[in-house]
């Protein structure tokens, strides 16, 4: 059973488009994260959800926006794509900030290409 | 959290021990240190933490300097499996809020050679 699992796995699409990536995770976990890893490798955070609140929001366009309809998912809806959003986007979840064990899970990755 | 600098590259034998270092001159007394690996187009994966005594688990060992300015986390018996980037990070342990975020840096490359 994949833990922290998402899709698309890739994601070609044009400029301008709405698109969205899935996140879930079967842990259990109370907190769930977005990461970006651009083309020179960086890896940041962009948002986290704890329990469906919203806890991070990095400096980040606001054509992204993270919905997590229950605790076990946290979507990332990105409208009008732009060339510099080409990145590996991560998900990842944790238990609960504050629990003895806080080990970040990260999903696959999902590779967004914007044409 | 406190920065971390590590080499950015490193190899070894198939076999033999791994050892990557990582300083953290500036680390407070409440951050622990973290290792987290990423292999090739997969996701970071946990590897170990801790605060001042050393530490084992079944993928590495984490041997922190008594002064707690640096660390070296240690592949036993490294195999082509363990080529990937590997990343020390220095945070609070259960932060909350926005600290609870992990702040990657470049890493360190590691080559296993055959």
């Known amino acids: 059973d994949t833990a922290v699992s998402q899709t698309p796995k890739y994601l070609v699409t044009q400029m301008g488009n709405d698109k969205s990536i899935k996140c879930e995770q079967n842990l259990g976990h109370d907190t769930m994260y977005w990461y970006k890893q651009d083309s020179k490798k960086f890896l940041k955070i962009m948002f986290s959800y704890n329990n469906k609140e919203l806890i991070i929001n990095e400096t980040v366009p606001n054509r992204f926006s993270p919905k997590s309809p229950d605790k076990a998912h946290l979507n990332l809806h990105i409208n009008s794509l732009e060339l510099g959003d080409s990145a590996v986007y991560f998900c990842a979840s944790s238990q609960l900030p504050g629990a003895y064990t806080d080990t970040q899970y990260f999903g696959p990755g999902t590779r967004l290409t914007v044409l | 959290d406190a920065k971390t600098t590590q080499p950015t590259s490193m190899d070894c034998a198939e076999g033999r021990a791994a050892n990557l270092p990582c300083n953290h001159s500036?680390?407070?007394?409440?951050?622990?240190v973290y290792w987290y690996r990423q292999i090739h187009s997969q996701g970071p994966q946990y590897i170990i933490h801790g605060l001042k005594n050393n530490e084992t688990n079944e993928m590495a060992s984490l041997i922190i300097t008594e002064d707690r300015k640096s660390s070296t986390l240690i592949l036993p018996h490294a195999t082509l499996r363990d080529t990937a980037v590997y990343y020390c990070i220095v945070r609070v342990k259960g932060a909350t809020g926005a600290n609870s975020k992990l702040t990657f840096g470049k890493g360190i490359t590691l080559s296993v050679r055959p």
């Open positions: 500036t680390i407070s007394g409440n951050e622990y």
